[in-house]
C-alpha cells in the first residue's frame, strides 16, 4: 500500500513526508490555515501558510505579528519534498483548499467549501486529484440549498415586515463569513446602513480592507433604544438570549445556517424565522465536488461522514471517514 | 394553496399571540367563501380521514427520489416528518410558477384520490409533488395523511373570527362546534346575523375547568362553591330534540351511537333539553374507566358487550331547558333546574351527586380516598359561575389527585417529532424484575430543553445498540415517571399498563440499582381492580 499523504494525528491533518500540518488543533513547527474559523485556525504554531486574501482576518484572530506567509491562489510552494498550492474554497473570505503533491500523487484538503456562488470571496475551483479530503457537514440528501437570491430577498423582506410593525429585526449569523455574506448580498435591495454587534464589526472592516461592498454599518453600542425601531442587527449566535438583546424590546429574531433547512431545527431554537444560507456545500455540491475531483479514493470529515462513506461505496467509489475534531456550527 | 401556505407560514413563524391573530384576520378577510370554510376546518383541529398512508408515500417516494432506502430512512429520521422529507427531496419543475390552484381546488382534487386505483392515485400525487412549492408540498401531504396541525388555539381562531365578522366570540364558538361540511354555505352560516338559528343538533362549546395548583384555601369559603366528583369517563353533552337525540363528547366527536343506552332514556326528557354530563361504565356504581374504553375500543357494539359494560350518563349542569339557553345564569341556579328536572322525568338520567362538607380538611380527607370510588378528584365550581366558552380560570377548578409515581431506568429512546425531530426524545423506562430490566412505560413530555439535550448527548456516547431508529443505551439514568393508573395486561411484557405516563423529573442522585422493581408497581394493582376483573 502506498503511503498516506495525509494522516491524523493527535494535533491535526499532517503530512509525514514533509513534517507539516494543516489546520492543527495544538501547536506545531508548519500549520497550513485553510480558513481563520476558530477551529481550523489556533494560536501557537511557529509558522503559518495561507492563503493572501484571509490574511488580515487571519492576523485579526491570531494576532498581528503572526508569523504568516501568504500565498496567491494557485501559487507553488514547497515544503521538504512536497509540492503545495492553494485553491479557492468558496467558503469565506481567504477559504483554501490544500493541493499536495509528493512523487507524482496528489492529496487534496478542501476545508470547508461550498459551491453556491458568494460576493465575499472567489469562487471555489475543483482541483484533480488522486485522493480527496473532504468535509462532510451536510451529506444528507434533504440539505440541498435554495437559490442565495431567494433567501436575500426573504431576509430582506422579512426586515421590511418587522419594520411596518415598528419593531427591530435582530439577524443572528456566524460573526465571520456569514455575516459578510449577508451584508454583501443585501446590497441588491437596499442602501441602508445596518447595526452590528460588536463581535461582527471588526471583522467587516476586515472585508472592507479586503475591498469587498458591504451595506453601510453602525456600531449597536452607541445607539439609543429608540432607534431600533425597524432596524436590522447582525448577531452571533450567541448573542440569542442574552441581556444584550433586551435593548432592542420586542423584536423578531431570524438565524442564517443550513441547518435551518429543517423546521424541526428551527423550531427547536426557537427563532422566528429561520434563512437556509450556508457556507458549506449541500449534497449536490459534495457529489458534483467528488465526481470533478477524479479521485480514486475520498475521506470524509466530521458532519454526516458515515451516510456518504456507505453512499459512495454503493456507488462503487473508495470512500473512508476520517476523525477530526472540527465543529459544526454553522 | 398560496394563500394558505402563506397563512401557514405565519403562524408557524412567530409566537407572538398578536401576530398569529393578525395573520388570521388577514387571510379570513381576503379568502373566498370556500377556501374560508376549508381553512376554519382545518384551522380548528379537524382532519380529513385519511387518504394515503404514509407507509404508502414513504414507497412512493422511495421510487421518485432514486435514493437507497437506508439513505431515505436515515434522511426521515434527521428531518423527524414524512411530509417534510418528500418537500425537500423532491425535484419540482414548477418551483418558480407553484400551481395557481385555491386552496379548495386542491381538496376537490385530492378528494377525488379514493376512487382510484393504487397506480393512478401515485401517478397524481407525485405529479402534485413537483407542481407545488415546497411549502404546498409539505401542507399536502400533511392533508393526505390526516396530520395537518397548525400552531393556534381554538380560542384565537374564535377571536380572529368573531373580528372579522364582528359577531360575539360566544356566537362563533357555537356555529364552530360540531360537524358540518366546509363549503361556502359554511361560511355564509359563519357570517350570519346573531340571531339566526343554525342547525340544532350542534352541541354547546364546552366549559373547561382549570387545574388547582394553589392550596384550596386560597379560593375561600367552601360554600361559595359547589363540589363534585371528577368522574373518569366520557365527558358528553345530550341534546335532546323533537327530531332525537345527539351525544357529543368533548373533542366535538358525535358519538350518539356509541350509547343506545343513554339514547334510549334521553327519549324521557322534555324536548329541547341539554345536558352536560359523564358518561361512565356502570354496574351497581361507577367501574374503572378500562372498562369503557374496552367497549368504545370494541368496533361493533354487540348484545354481548352491552350486557357486559353497561353505561350510564351522570349529569352535572344544563345547558338548555325547553329551549332557553341556560348558560348565562349562575351554575346553583342551574343545578335546581337540572334538580327538579330530574325529579320531573326521573327516567331520563342519573344525577351525578354534590359532595358536601364543612371545610377544606373534610373534603381532603374524601378526596383522599378518590382512588377506592374509581374517580380523580373533585370539581370546583363557583356556585356564582356561568357556564363559559373554553377554560375558565378562577371559577371553574380540577382539584386532581396525587398521580402515582414510581424511578424507572432508561432503557431505549428513539427521535421525536416536530420541534423535537433529530433529538433522542422518546424514552423506554424500565423496572428491576429480579435480574433484569423489564420495560414498562414510555414517555415523552416532562424535561426542559437543557435536560433535553443532556440526555440526548448522554444517550449519544452510551448508545450498546441500533435498531432502526431505536437506541439501546447503558441502563444507567434513573427518571421519576407519574401516571394516573395502573391496570394488568396481557399485551405488555411486563404484565402491567401504566395509564398517561410522564416524566417528573430526573434522578441525578439515584442510581439505576436503586429504581423500583415490579413487585413495586404490581402492589399498585390491590388499590386499582384490574379492568379483566368484570369479565
Known amino acids: 500500500m502506498e503511503a498516506a499523504l495525509i494522516t491524523v494525528?493527535?494535533?491535526?491533518?499532517?503530512?509525514?513526508?514533509?513534517?507539516?500540518?494543516?489546520?492543527?488543533?495544538?501547536?506545531?513547527?508548519?500549520?497550513?490555515?485553510?480558513?481563520?474559523?476558530?477551529?481550523?485556525?489556533?494560536?501557537?504554531?511557529?509558522?503559518?501558510?495561507?492563503?493572501?486574501?484571509?490574511?488580515?482576518?487571519?492576523?485579526?484572530?491570531?494576532?498581528?505579528?503572526?508569523?504568516?506567509?501568504?500565498?496567491?491562489?494557485?501559487?507553488?510552494?514547497?515544503?521538504?519534498?512536497?509540492?503545495?498550492?492553494?485553491?479557492?474554497?468558496?467558503?469565506?473570505?481567504?477559504?483554501?483548499?490544500?493541493?499536495?503533491?509528493?512523487?507524482?500523487?496528489?492529496?487534496?484538503?478542501?476545508?470547508?467549501?461550498?459551491?453556491?456562488?458568494?460576493p465575499t470571496c472567489a469562487p471555489f475551483t475543483p482541483v484533480r486529484c488522486d485522493v480527496l479530503i473532504s468535509e462532510a457537514t451536510f451529506a444528507l440528501p434533504c440539505y440541498s440549498w435554495p437559490d442565495t437570491r431567494d433567501v436575500v430577498e426573504e431576509i430582506y423582506r422579512w426586515w421590511q415586515a418587522n419594520r411596518e410593525q415598528g419593531i427591530a429585526s435582530v439577524l443572528f449569523a456566524y460573526a465571520f463569513g456569514k455575516a459578510q455574506r449577508v451584508l454583501a448580498e443585501l446590497l441588491a435591495f437596499s442602501d441602508e446602513p445596518v447595526y452590528g454587534h460588536g463581535a461582527v464589526l471588526p471583522l467587516v472592516e476586515e472585508y472592507r480592507r479586503a475591498g469587498i461592498s458591504m451595506l453601510p454599518t453602525l456600531p449597536v453600542e452607541k445607539t439609543k433604544k429608540a432607534d431600533y425601531a425597524g432596524a436590522l442587527i447582525i448577531a452571533p449566535p450567541s448573542a440569542a438570549g442574552s441581556t444584550w438583546m433586551r435593548r432592542f424590546g420586542d423584536a423578531s429574531t431570524g438565524f442564517c445556517s443550513g441547518w435551518m433547512r429543517i423546521r424541526g431545527a428551527r423550531r427547536r431554537r426557537g427563532y422566528d424565522r429561520g434563512f437556509v444560507l450556508s457556507d458549506h456545500a449541500d449534497w449536490p455540491g459534495l457529489l458534483q465536488t467528488i465526481a470533478d475531483s477524479g479521485a480514486r479514493k475520498v475521506l470524509l470529515t466530521h458532519g454526516y461522514s458515515d451516510a456518504l462513506v456507505r453512499y459512495l461505496r454503493e456507488q462503487g467509489v473508495d470512500a473512508d471517514a476520517l476523525r477530526t475534531a472540527y465543529g459544526e456550527e454553522e | 394553496m398560496r394563500a394558505f401556505s402563506e397563512l401557514y407560514e405565519q403562524l408557524d413563524s412567530t409566537t407572538s399571540i398578536n401576530a398569529k391573530l393578525a395573520a388570521l384576520v388577514r387571510y379570513f378577510r381576503a379568502a373566498p367563501a370556500h377556501d374560508a370554510a376549508w381553512a376554519i376546518y382545518f384551522l380548528s383541529g379537524r382532519r380529513l380521514k385519511r387518504v394515503v398512508g404514509s407507509a404508502t408515500l414513504r414507497q412512493w417516494l422511495l421510487q421518485e427520489s432514486g435514493l437507497p432506502e437506508w439513505l431515505l430512512e436515515e434522511t426521515y429520521s434527521t428531518v423527524g416528518d414524512l411530509a417534510e422529507t418528500i418537500a425537500l427531496l423532491v425535484e419540482r419543475d414548477g418551483a418558480r410558477s407553484p400551481s395557481g390552484l385555491s386552496l379548495s381546488e386542491w381538496l376537490e382534487r385530492l378528494l377525488t384520490l379514493p376512487a382510484m386505483s393504487p397506480a393512478e392515485q401515485q401517478l397524481h400525487v407525485v405529479q402534485w409533488w413537483k407542481e407545488l412549492d415546497a411549502r404546498g408540498c409539505f401542507l399536502l401531504n400533511k392533508i393526505l395523511t390526516g396530520e395537518l396541525r397548525v400552531g393556534v388555539s381554538a380560542g384565537m381562531v374564535e377571536r380572529a373570527l368573531a373580528e372579522v365578522t364582528s359577531l360575539p366570540r360566544t356566537v362563533i364558538a357555537h356555529r364552530l362546534m360540531g360537524t358540518w361540511?366546509?363549503?361556502?354555505?359554511?361560511?355564509?352560516?359563519?357570517?350570519?346575523?346573531?340571531?339566526?338559528?343554525?342547525?340544532?343538533?350542534?352541541?354547546?362549546?364546552?366549559?373547561?375547568?382549570?387545574?388547582?395548583?394553589?392550596?384550596?384555601?386560597?379560593?375561600?369559603?367552601?360554600?361559595?362553591?359547589?363540589?363534585?366528583?371528577?368522574?373518569?369517563?366520557?365527558?358528553?353533552?345530550?341534546?335532546?330534540?323533537?327530531?332525537?337525540?345527539?351525544?357529543?363528547?368533548?373533542?366535538?366527536?358525535?358519538?350518539?351511537?356509541?350509547?343506545?343506552?343513554?339514547?334510549?332514556?334521553?327519549?324521557?326528557?322534555?324536548?329541547?333539553?341539554?345536558?352536560?354530563?359523564?358518561?361512565?361504565?356502570?354496574?351497581?356504581?361507577?367501574?374503572?374507566?378500562?372498562?369503557?374504553?374496552?367497549?368504545?375500543?370494541?368496533?361493533?357494539?354487540?348484545?354481548?358487550?352491552?350486557?357486559?359494560?353497561?353505561?350510564?350518563?351522570?349529569?352535572?349542569?344544563?345547558?338548555?331547558?325547553?329551549?332557553?339557553?341556560?348558560?348565562?345564569?349562575?351554575?346553583?341556579?342551574?343545578?335546581?333546574?337540572?334538580?327538579?328536572?330530574?325529579?320531573?322525568?326521573?327516567?331520563?338520567?342519573?344525577?351525578?351527586?354534590?359532595?358536601?362538607?364543612?371545610?377544606?380538611?373534610?373534603?381532603?380527607?374524601?378526596?383522599?380516598?378518590?382512588?377506592?370510588?374509581?374517580?380523580?378528584?373533585?370539581?370546583?365550581?363557583?356556585?356564582?359561575?356561568?357556564?363559559?366558552?373554553?377554560?375558565?380560570?378562577g371559577v371553574w377548578w380540577k382539584w386532581k389527585i396525587e398521580p402515582y409515581t414510581f424511578d424507572g431506568v432508561l432503557v431505549y429512546a428513539q427521535p421525536g417529532s416536530g420541534r423535537r425531530a433529530n433529538m433522542l426524545t422518546d424514552y423506554t423506562f424500565a423496572v428491576h424484575d429480579g435480574a433484569k430490566l423489564?420495560?414498562?412505560?414510555?414517555?415523552?413530555?416532562?424535561?426542559?430543553?437543557?435536560?433535553?439535550?443532556?440526555?440526548?448527548?448522554?444517550?449519544?456516547?452510551?448508545?450498546?445498540?441500533?435498531?432502526?431508529?431505536?437506541?439501546?443505551?447503558?441502563?444507567?439514568?434513573?427518571?421519576?415517571?407519574?401516571?394516573?393508573?395502573?391496570?394488568?395486561?396481557?399485551?405488555?411484557?411486563?404484565?402491567?399498563?401504566?395509564?398517561?405516563?410522564?416524566?417528573?423529573?430526573?434522578?441525578?442522585?439515584?442510581?439505576?440499582?436503586?429504581?423500583?422493581?415490579?413487585?413495586?408497581?404490581?402492589?399498585?394493582?390491590?388499590v386499582e381492580p384490574a379492568a379483566s376483573d368484570a369479565r
Not at chain 2, 224 to 241: F, S, Y
Not at chain 2, 301 to 312: G, H, N, R, S
Not at chain 2, 317 to 333: A, F, K, M, N, Q
Not at chain 2, 454 to 478: A, C, H, M, Y
Request: proline fraction near 6%; include cysteine; hydrophobic fraction near 40%.
Open chain 1, 9 to 118: 494525528t493527535d494535533k491535526g491533518l499532517y503530512c509525514p513526508q514533509a513534517d507539516f500540518h494543516i489546520d492543527p488543533w495544538q501547536p506545531v513547527a508548519r500549520a497550513v490555515i485553510t480558513h481563520a474559523h476558530g477551529d481550523h485556525a489556533r494560536s501557537g504554531s511557529e509558522q503559518y501558510f495561507a492563503a493572501g486574501e484571509g490574511a488580515g482576518v487571519l492576523r485579526h484572530r491570531l494576532g498581528r505579528d503572526l508569523p504568516l506567509q501568504t500565498l496567491a491562489y494557485g501559487e507553488v510552494f514547497r515544503i521538504g519534498p512536497a509540492v503545495l498550492s492553494l485553491h479557492p474554497a468558496g467558503h469565506v473570505l481567504g477559504s483554501a483548499q490544500v493541493r499536495i503533491e509528493i512523487d507524482g500523487r496528489t492529496w487534496v484538503v478542501t476545508g470547508d467549501y461550498k459551491r453556491t456562488p458568494d
Open chain 2, 181 to 393: 361540511q366546509p363549503g361556502p354555505k359554511f361560511w355564509a352560516f359563519i357570517n350570519a346575523p346573531a340571531e339566526a338559528s343554525g342547525d340544532r343538533s350542534r352541541p354547546y362549546p364546552f366549559c373547561l375547568a382549570a387545574p388547582l395548583e394553589a392550596r384550596p384555601e386560597t379560593l375561600g369559603a367552601v360554600s361559595d362553591w359547589l363540589i363534585e366528583w371528577k368522574w373518569d369517563g366520557i365527558r358528553a353533552q345530550v341534546l335532546r330534540r323533537d327530531d332525537g337525540t345527539w351525544i357529543w363528547s368533548r373533542g366535538e366527536e358525535l358519538i350518539t351511537d356509541r350509547f343506545p343506552e343513554v339514547v334510549r332514556r334521553a327519549a324521557a326528557l322534555p324536548v329541547n333539553t341539554v345536558i352536560d354530563g359523564e358518561i361512565l361504565a356502570w354496574r351497581d356504581g361507577v367501574r374503572p374507566f378500562g372498562e369503557l374504553q374496552q367497549r368504545i375500543g370494541r368496533k361493533k357494539l354487540t348484545a354481548k358487550i352491552l350486557e357486559e359494560t353497561p353505561v350510564q350518563l351522570l349529569a352535572y349542569d344544563l345547558l338548555e331547558l325547553d329551549g332557553v339557553d341556560l348558560r348565562d345564569r349562575p351554575i346553583s341556579e342551574r343545578r335546581e333546574l337540572l334538580e327538579q328536572l330530574s325529579s320531573r322525568s326521573s327516567a331520563g338520567f342519573d344525577l351525578s351527586p354534590l359532595v358536601v362538607a364543612d371545610d377544606w380538611d373534610a373534603l381532603r380527607e374524601l378526596r383522599a380516598g378518590s382512588r377506592e370510588r374509581f374517580v380523580e378528584g373533585m370539581m370546583l365550581k363557583h356556585r356564582d359561575s356561568a357556564y363559559g366558552t373554553g377554560r375558565q380560570r
Open chain 2, 438 to 526: 423489564v420495560p414498562v412505560a414510555k414517555a415523552y413530555s416532562g424535561l426542559n430543553d437543557k435536560e433535553i439535550a443532556r440526555v440526548d448527548r448522554w444517550i449519544r456516547q452510551n448508545t450498546v445498540e441500533r435498531f432502526g431508529p431505536v437506541r439501546s443505551v447503558k441502563p444507567e439514568l434513573v427518571f421519576e415517571i407519574a401516571f394516573e393508573a395502573i391496570n394488568e395486561s396481557g399485551r405488555h411484557k411486563s404484565g402491567v399498563a401504566v395509564r398517561f405516563p410522564r416524566i417528573a423529573r430526573w434522578r441525578e442522585d439515584k442510581p439505576a440499582a436503586e429504581a423500583n422493581t415490579i413487585e413495586d408497581l404490581r402492589g399498585l394493582l390491590r
